[in-house]
């Protein structure tokens, strides 16, 4: 099971506690507590007196394979790749991202530095994924209010098609026809009017069979709206403006239910390992159900950060990133882009 599990160790079995990352004492037991069921299973399997049921052991090789095959695309420095966008050569280090994210079946955080055109492998991973669908894909991007008009222009140049901006605190009957007779194309919308709410009445029953009483919820009008037109691919630029979980754009962020997401941000943690949880259970709410859970894994007192090495192993069949000095003889020494206004 992907869900979170607790397992026991007793006590006199020491050989097994130092196997396996973050064990902790209590008594005369040990505990572990992992957001992965199959890290268990690695650290197991070899052991001669435990058994593995066939469901288990073929979960456990096929996650075992996955990241591995991931971990040996992120540390390559070119794979080939048939590019799809305009006007542009992906560098090396490009083509392995959009490689990363295929492998990834979309689901991941795109975490390179800054400078290092994030912008252009996710166009081309939409342009990768239209390939395989065999069909023109709806779009989706989320991004802060001033980079509007820099996506509107890339989308343009590097993938021919002008994208629909929405705008306004909710949709009006003008972009709700628009979005229902979309049946491809790009959609942009940023994250101010994304994380809009208001209050909602719904009538609920109180369970003894005859009272009803009014309650009051909160929803995300475009929220509600976008989730119904069943993108095939989503980006969300400026990832780490969803970091606090008690903001309204996090939590409109998290409500979002995409079939396939790309986090892109060139600063995944500002602070602390707590502020990939917004992101990590957008990718995968199997694997991340629970904030307080992550918390109390990854870091003490939501401070400093504890069972890195955990987390890293966690982190590496979604999260890909590349610094400008890692990737240095990819890049040319300058580029002079002239545009004229």
């Known amino acids: 099971d992907k869900k979170k599990i607790y397992m026991e160790v007793l006590r006199n079995e020491d050989w097994l506690a130092r196997q396996i990352f ?3 004492k209590t008594g005369q037991r040990y505990y572990w507590y992992t957001s992965e069921a199959f890290q268990i299973g690695q650290k197991l399997f070899k052991e001669p007196n435990i058994e593995f049921s066939p469901e288990l052991k073929e979960y456990i090789e096929k996650e075992t394979e996955k990241k591995a095959m991931l971990d040996a695309i992120a540390t390559k420095g070119d794979v080939e790749l048939d590019c799809l966008i305009r006007e542009v050569t992906l560098r090396p280090f490009q083509k392995v991202g959009v490689k990363f994210g295929e492998l ?6 795109l975490a390179d530095q800054m400078g290092l055109g994030k912008t252009i492998e996710f166009i081309e991973m939409a342009l990768q994924l239209e390939k395989k669908l065999e069909r023109k894909a709806k779009v989706l991007v989320i991004c802060p209010p001033g980079l509007l008009v820099n996506w509107t222009r890339e989308i343009n140049r590097l993938a021919g098609e002008s994208p629909l901006v929405l705008f306004g605190m909710e949709p009006d009957k003008f972009q709700l026809s628009k979005l229902f007779s979309l049946k491809s194309g790009w959609v942009l919308i940023n994250y101010k009017i994304l994380s809009c709410k208001k209050e909602h009445s719904v ?3 109180t369970g003894d069979g005859r009272k009803l009483k009014t309650q009051v919820q909160d929803i995300y009008p475009w929220v509600e709206m976008l989730n119904l037109l069943n993108f095939d691919i989503t980006g969300f630029d400026e990832a780490h403006h969803a970091k606090n979980v008690e903001s309204n754009r996090s939590q409109a962020v998290r409500k979002m239910n ?3 997401v ?3 941000t060139g600063t995944p943690v500002l602070n602390r390992p707590g502020e990939l949880w917004p992101m990590l259970t957008v990718i995968d709410p199997e694997r991340f159900p629970s904030y307080e859970g992550f918390l109390y894994t990854y870091t003490i007192d939501n401070k400093y950060p504890r ?5 890293r192993s966690t982190l590496k069949d979604v999260m890909l990133r590349r610094r400008k000095k890692d990737v240095m003889k990819d890049l040319p020494p300058i580029n002079r882009m002239y545009e004229w206004h």
């Open 203 to 205: 009538i609920v029953d």
């Open 104 to 109: 990834a079946d979309y689901r991941m955080i």
């Open 258 to 260: 995409p079939q396939r």
């Open 22 to 24: 973050g064990v902790y």
């Open 307 to 311: 069972n890195t090495e955990e987390l």
């Open 262 to 264: 790309i986090f892109m």
